[in-house]
């Protein structure tokens, strides 16, 4: 199971109100209504022949008490200008009614004839809960009861054991994602005394097959990390049920020291992951990190459980491969290297001499079908079940699955109920068929379990209800021309009765990294916007993987600036089609969505109304020196090298920042426990972007003392904070 944008640099950190107390009333008073000063003092390097002014460098560090007033003093001024904002309390009380009636069931497992699943409600991040055989449902693990250093609790991830009598949970405090990974007894959901930790959340238990231990992603000891970047250094280490932490062996390990396997060397900044799959001899390790083409080797479960095992790696970078998984001597494997698209591969592990060129492609695929392609929700692409392979096949966004018979290598497509993408796919290597949800645009989440025997996708009864009735949206698929003439998709949510006269208030929303592709997605908080009469759209920009991985290096690197000019076309296409006019329009992203709405802002400030960015990453050249920097550099680039830096300039909003400009208004939010992107970023580049703006419209930064990087946002803190977005730009985008 591997998600972009997963790896990140977790720090340790304790609760916003503990760390921020002694500075409340710190003097960063705001002047003349104006947000608190920074000072400057201008770094000036020469690099690769460019001379680069840095005026904030001195808000950098983990440690930087400074900054930290600064950024504390900020949320407070914010808030109250947030506060004062006129239709603040009605975005509230609507988007509060949305929340306050959901209830979402999402990362279904089947394991052992029990289904496990979250259950979120309004408040809370979510409960883990188990189905019994005979259909009773209990509660296992309540984030809520449990106490701790680090605000609020939240279950990042769990992962039960093949016969479903135990599972592994990881639990993070204030959204930090730096967790404690505690095996529960189902029958009783007490703990049984197996714990480890630091472990970074979205890095779960690898169980051995007979559940008899598993093997967990471990964060090094701060003594052992790369310049002290707590993403690096990490190792893969066995641990087996009832013996001690202490006796945990290292397996793997990233970078250089104990347990650093000659035959499966990775740089420090890589993950090691070992799966041990049920059913089969072979083990499977994976180098992963935050980029598209991912390394993964072999080597014999018994070998595999051992310190310095002799591991046959299959498939490095330039092999291009997505995505694997083992069933029985069968690797299978998701490539781009000879179709954009992806295609499935299958090799033989049992030939002594098996490598990646005798891999036959075992899936027909044609036209605009696509295997490959990341996404944010919780789809495997190839999915081994007991009965069959399944794989997920997507064309313009709708997902279709296809099961593939181990024995005869027949392709058959399963049935699907409705037309939408996956937010769950699947399937347990010691089960028949796979868990499948689908939703739309406008159409909530549906969940069935697809049983081969009948053929027939079976409800799990936990259909997600629409909080409010949104038949009035419908979603209208188009496309625009970018400046270069690429034509780009556009996805735009609307009023069926909209009136075609540039009357509307719009928002268009954007990613363009990693290869991720936006598909449809059923979000209430977002509907709420369009049902008052306003847009919402999504524009699928270059970077992205909505077109293959052709579409993704298309925006990535050297070519960032396309993402950015499709992301600004998209404003001109909505006015050009009515939908809106470009000073009533707004652009959001955020995490790494930062360089393409940040790019917007700096390079095109006069061609929308007003801006959002949350979380984002706004200072690429300096990477290294954030947390979750060497992390990135597959994606984003390396600044230490001559063939890099240049681009990297070019894409960094922060530096592109140009004085005497008029700039749009701006909202920018940052959780203060967030280890993906250093909250830094955010400060550096709205000190610049207020000394270097003639507009005077504001320039403030939200934060969320009880928050990190949004992966565990509860509801009900949605819903507040597009209360916060809605009002601000309700303010800044002129009403007619």
Known sequence: MRRLLRWSAPLAVATAASLFAPFASFAFAAQDGAPPPARTADVVEHLFGHTVHDPYRWMEGDNNDEFQRWLVAQGQYTRAKLDALPTLQRWQQALARVDGTTVIHRNQRDAGGRLFFIRQGAEGSGTLMVRDAGGTERVLLDPSTIQGDGGHASITLYTPSPDGSKVAVNVDHGGSEVTRLEVLDVKTGKPTGDAVEPVWGEFGAEWLPDGSGFVYTQMAPPAQRTGGDPLQDMRARLHKLGTPVSQDTILLRAGQGEGVNPSFAMPARSFPVIAFPAGSRWALGQSLGAQADQRYCVAPQAEAMKPGASWHCIADLDDHVQAAAIHGDTLYLVSTRARSNGEVLALDLSRPDASIRQARSILPLQGDDMVAGVGLYDAQQVAPARDALYVKVSRNGIDDIRRIDYRTGKVDAVPMPLSGSASLFHADPGQDGFLLELRGWTTPPKSWRYDPADRTLHSLGQDEASPADYGMVEATETELVSPDGTHVPLTILHRKDATLDGSHRAIV????????????????????????????????????????????????????????????????????????????????????????????????????????????????????????????????????????????????????????????????????????????????????????????????????????????????????????????????????
């Open 509 to 736: 929303f954007a990613y363009g990294s990693y290869g991720i592709s936006i598909l449809p997605s059923f979000k209430p908080t977002r509907l709420a916007w369009v049902k008052q009469g306003n847009v919402f759209a999504y524009v699928h920009i270059r970077g992205g993987g909505e077109k293959g991985e052709a579409w993704h290096q298309a925006g990535r690197g050297p070519n960032k600036h396309k993402g950015v000019e499709d992301f600004v076309a998209a404003v001109q296409r909505l006015g050009e089609l009515g939908y809106s006019r470009p000073q009533r329009t707004a652009l959001i992203s955020g995490s790494a969505g930062g360089l393409a709405v940040g790019g917007a802002i700096v390079h095109d400030p006069d061609k929308f109304g007003a801006a959002v960015c949350l979380v984002g990453e706004l200072n690429p050249i300096r990477l290294l020196h954030a947390r979750n920097g060497a992390n990135q550099i597959g994606e984003m680039g390396d600044p230490r090298k001559a063939s890099d830096f240049p681009w990297m300039l070019a894409m960094d909003p922060y530096q592109q920042i140009k004085p005497h400009t008029a700039y749009p208004a701006v909202l920018l939010a940052v959780g203060l426990n967030d280890n993906r992107v250093s909250t830094w970023q955010t400060g550096k580049f709205a000190a610049r972007l207020r000394t270097a703006d003639t507009s005077g419209r504001p320039v403030w930064i939200r934060t969320d003392a009880n928050g990190g990087h949004g992966m565990q946002t509860s509801l009900g803190a949605e819903a507040a904070e597009f209360a916060d977005i809605y009002a601000f730009l309700d303010a800044q985008l002129p009403a007619q």
